[in-house]
């Protein structure tokens, strides 16, 4: 919330629960801005793949929405996970989608372990921390793919299928 420039609020009242108020600061977009750049529907038909979604934050719902559009996807909430379901998985997986930043380590290294293992495995990472940004060069050189949070799941689901497909997102 903070990073985004918003906060919440808590009221609790001893018999009568809890209030939880978020407040998060206004868009400057108009919602026909808006409607632009979002696709009215998504070709599930299509999608094909499979993802190791490495995520601590948003996973349950990344997860989800990829699953929900046709990906096969394995998630972890961190590296030593994620190596542990490439051992047994890795021949099937295509895409590993991680935060940079993770509980037991990073998405950089991890990537870098399991390129090692399957060299065509394609790489997005993500990061919602400012500081990261001297990480991104390094993504990018590496040829990685990088995306700062926060992200729109459709936008994700265009750089997956892209990335899928062999094209540069």
């Given at each position: 919330?903070?990073q985004?420039?918003?906060?919440?609020?808590?009221?609790?009242?001893?018999?009568?629960g809890?209030?939880?108020?978020?407040?998060?600061?206004?868009?400057?977009?108009?919602?026909?801005?808006?409607?632009?750049?979002?696709?009215?529907?998504?070709?599930?038909?299509?999608?094909?793949?499979?993802?190791?979604?490495?995520?601590?934050?948003?996973?349950?719902?990344?997860?989800?929405?990829?699953?929900?559009?046709?990906?096969?996807?394995?998630?972890?909430?961190?590296?030593?996970?994620?190596?542990?379901?490439?051992?047994?998985?890795?021949?099937?997986?295509q895409?590993?989608?991680?935060?940079?930043?993770?509980?037991?380590?990073?998405?950089?290294?991890?990537?870098?372990?399991?390129?090692?293992l399957?060299?065509?495995?394609?790489?997005?990472?993500?990061?919602?921390?400012?500081?990261?940004k001297?990480?991104?060069?390094?993504i990018?050189?590496?040829?990685?793919?990088?995306?700062?949070?926060?992200?729109?799941?459709?936008?994700?689901i265009?750089?997956?299928?892209?990335?899928?497909?062999?094209?540069?997102?």
């Open positions: 919330m903070k985004h420039g918003g906060w919440i609020h808590v009221e609790t009242q001893e018999g009568k809890s209030t939880f108020r978020v407040y998060l600061p206004a868009v400057e977009e108009t919602p026909e801005e808006v409607s632009e750049k979002i696709p009215l529907a998504i070709d599930t038909r299509k999608n094909r793949g499979t993802i190791l979604l490495v995520e601590d934050d948003v996973r349950r719902l990344a997860y989800h929405f990829l699953q929900d559009r046709g990906f096969t996807v394995y998630q972890a909430p961190t590296a030593r996970e994620a190596q542990k379901i490439f051992e047994e998985e890795g021949a099937n997986i895409l590993l989608f991680s935060d940079v930043v993770l509980p037991d380590g990073n998405g950089i290294d991890l990537a870098e372990e399991l390129i090692e399957k060299p065509k495995l394609k790489i997005l990472l993500s990061s919602g921390y400012s500081q990261d001297n990480q991104v060069e390094s990018q050189e590496k040829g990685w793919k990088f995306i700062q949070k926060p992200y729109s799941l459709i936008e994700i265009g750089i997956v299928k892209r990335l899928l497909k062999g094209e540069d997102p």
